[in-house]
């Protein structure tokens, strides 16, 4: 690992999401004064960094920027950049700032896991929307704690990440495939309620099913059927929830032919079936609902 988390943890300085105006080459450059790692959502751009080496920005680019080095980067104007970013710095147990000429991991983080990355950031800059250090007195320090200590799981997957990353010469493929792996899987999350199969996806990305399955393992660490059974199942318990339809029509809207078929993975994802989930989701709530202190105010009532 580039960085002894035995021995450093992160403070949090700033944090945000950005997204740069379309029609715009806009550019940004400038020095660094303290880390700074951020996610590309969507969109085409390039950075260059050390060594002047120019690194493609596009959906699931992830980098690591160091302090002090000389950053400059700019977007394709008809296809603006949206990212997310978080800049901390490193303190040890006695809160002094970990030295900047100490090894970091390189700009480029490749090899993760594209979802998990993307969920750990969205989390961070939800508990700590456009966080700034000076303003920091302003949020609660049980939200500041909780953002921190996912930061440090991040960081250190990423640390991870980067020594197992892979040849510059794959970039370009991994590139390629990661953009239309992300493209689907944020169709599907935007879209929950269409039923998709592993071919339908595949022909959305031009890829034949076989080798779809290979890339979408590849980028998110999952086949495609069980990434396809989760998000059914998750959105199977939202409507569960919150809305009167059936087991049937709930199966039905989710794509499944068979009422029963959709039962028996419910029951083998989530432990019980839907019917019972239904339920117990419903006695929890009304017992929620219900005022606190009836009993004992019966009680001393007949009392």
Known sequence: MWVDWSTYRA?????????????????????????????????KGALKGKADREIPLAAGTCLWLTPGRLYRAHQDPDDPCRNYFIHFELLDSKGNV???????????????????????????????????AEQRKRFKAERIAVAETLLQGLLMDLDFAAQHRQPED?????????????????????????????????????????HFSRVFHAVIGQWPEQFLIEQRMERAKVLLTTTGMSIHEIAEKLG???????????????????????ENRRKAAASAAKPAGNGSGRAARQA
Not at 15 to 36: F, I, N, Y
Not at 266 to 273: A, V
Request: proline share 6%; net charge positive.
């Open 11 to 43: 403070r949090i300085l700033v944090t945000g999401a950005s997204t740069w105006p379309k029609g715009e080459r806009r550019g940004w450059r400038g020095s660094l004064r303290e880390h700074d790692i951020l996610f590309c959502l969507s969109g």
């Open 98 to 132: 970990r030295p900047y000429d100490q090894p970091t991991p390189p700009e480029r983080i490749d090899n993760i896991d594209l979802i998990a990355v993307e969920s750990q950031f969205r989390r961070i800059t939800t508990l700590l929307p456009y966080f700034r």
């Open 170 to 210: 794959s970039f370009g493929l991994q590139q390629l495939h990661s953009e239309t792996i992300m493209r689907i899987v944020a169709d599907l999350q935007e879209r929950p309620d269409e039923a998709r199969t592993v071919q339908s996806m595949a022909d959305d990305a031009g890829y034949s099913a076989a």
């Open 256 to 278: 499944y032919r068979q009422t029963s078929f959709f039962s028996t993975q419910f029951r083998m994802k989530i432990g019980s079936s839907p019917r019972t989930y239904r």
